[in-house]
């Protein structure tokens, strides 16, 4: 007659190798929970890196925008827009440079922008030695998929004087200093 299987309350034998395994899967979960994000997931750059905006007057009817666009990411065309202050130097609606057609996933049929884009802004009366705030609007997106909300940035530049050469770039977030450059 088979005896009934009665427990003692005492846990199974186990082998050696069942508690290496064990350890071994504990110490692998370990190792990815404390390792943070995977390295498949991006690490994106804030907006004012992704998309530096710098600017400078020509001369006292003329201001020159200019987006450094970091590699990977890309500008809106139609999004581009700009104002200035005091509105008493008014700004001409400026003619943007032609993009680059591309089939959107958010946006559908757009022009982009990738690199260097200069755009040049009138005034409509020469305002020399006058102070003046440029701000830009944009919004772009990176190639992994993530796109920015609009990103207002702005600079202060002085006209100058008729007849005189450009002046200097202002940076609207210049890049930290460090120990090596």
């Excluded at 692998?28 to 994106?44: F, N, Q, R, T």
Aim: with cysteine.
């Amino acid at each position: 007659m088979a005896s009934p299987n009665i427990s003692t309350g005492s846990p199974a034998k186990r082998s050696h190798l069942d508690w290496v395994a064990r350890a071994l899967v504990g110490v692998g979960i370990s190792m990815v929970l404390a390792s943070g994000p995977s390295a498949a997931d991006p690490k994106l750059l804030p907006p004012e890196q992704a998309f530096r905006f710098s600017a400078r007057a020509l001369n006292d009817r003329t201001l020159e925008a200019r987006f450094a666009v970091a590699d990977g990411y890309y500008l809106y065309r139609e999004k581009l827009k700009f104002a200035v202050e005091p509105e008493i130097a008014g700004l001409a609606v400026p003619p943007l440079p032609p993009g680059k057609v591309k089939e959107d996933q958010f946006f559908g049929k757009v022009e982009t922008y990738r690199g260097d884009v200069v755009v040049k802004l009138p005034l409509p009366m020469p305002a020399g030695g006058q102070s003046l705030v440029l701000t830009a609007d944009s919004q772009g997106c990176a190639d992994v998929g993530v796109c920015y909300p609009v990103n207002r940035q702005k600079v202060t530049l002085v006209l100058p004087a008729t007849g005189k050469g450009p002046g200097a770039v202002v940076e609207a977030h210049p890049r930290k200093k460090s120990w090596f450059n």
